[in-house]
């Protein structure tokens, strides 16, 4: 079970979303009894398993790593920086669908510089959310680009890129801003 902040600041149980992984790009732990979709997530990064993948029990061994003092489960995105700060070997970026585009609602300010960096996609539903592990960038964002192969994403604002270089050469810049979406205009149409 998760928890949500209702309009009115409180939080609100609820079990797993049962989304399927668009096309293998994201791993959906199993937790129907806790609250612990983000640790689950996170470990899923740190850890990567071969077998049961979705299934919390393959974590539960590694709970003790996160330090989650002072963190109420689960997580809400505004607990990040302080999770952060507390597991400094971990960095995390959230990213959430609005309608059908993906946009960064939290990006790390240490993406890139920590040895563990996790993409969490975030589901919502009504008053309640959700954590799901992205093990795949690339395919999440697939249908952003006609290139047919493997894109290299930006983290801060989801560009997909060809070839490696463009990605690296525009990451100092873009590192250097706020979250942002790309928009993209509709097949067929201009701005």
């Known amino acids: ?109 240490f993406c890139n510089q920590r040895p563990h960096h996790v993409n969490l996609l975030l589901l919502p539903k009504e008053d309640k959310f959700h954590y799901t592990l992205v093990t795949n960038l690339s395919r999440l964002v697939g249908g952003r680009t006609c290139h047919g192969g493997k894109t290299f994403v930006c983290p801060y604002c989801l560009h997909p890129f060809r070839y490696e270089h463009c990605l690296q050469n525009h990451l100092p810049e873009c590192s250097q801003h706020p979250t942002q979406t790309v928009k993209y205009p509709e097949i067929g149409k201009t701005f």
């Open 1 to 109: 079970m998760c928890r949500s902040i209702s309009p009115h600041g409180r939080f609100v149980l609820h079990s797993y979303s049962r989304r399927n992984s668009k096309e293998k790009a994201i791993i959906n732990i199993r937790n129907h009894n806790s609250n612990d979709c983000f640790q689950y997530s996170v470990l899923a990064a740190v850890h990567p398993a071969s077998n049961n993948a979705t299934h919390p029990s393959t974590y539960n061994k590694f709970m003790s790593e996160l330090n989650m003092t002072g963190i109420e489960t689960p997580v809400a995105p505004s607990s990040i920086p302080k999770f952060e700060s507390q597991n400094t070997s971990i960095s995390i970026n959230v990213l959430v669908y609005e309608g059908k585009e993906l946009i960064p609602v939290y990006s790390s300010k």
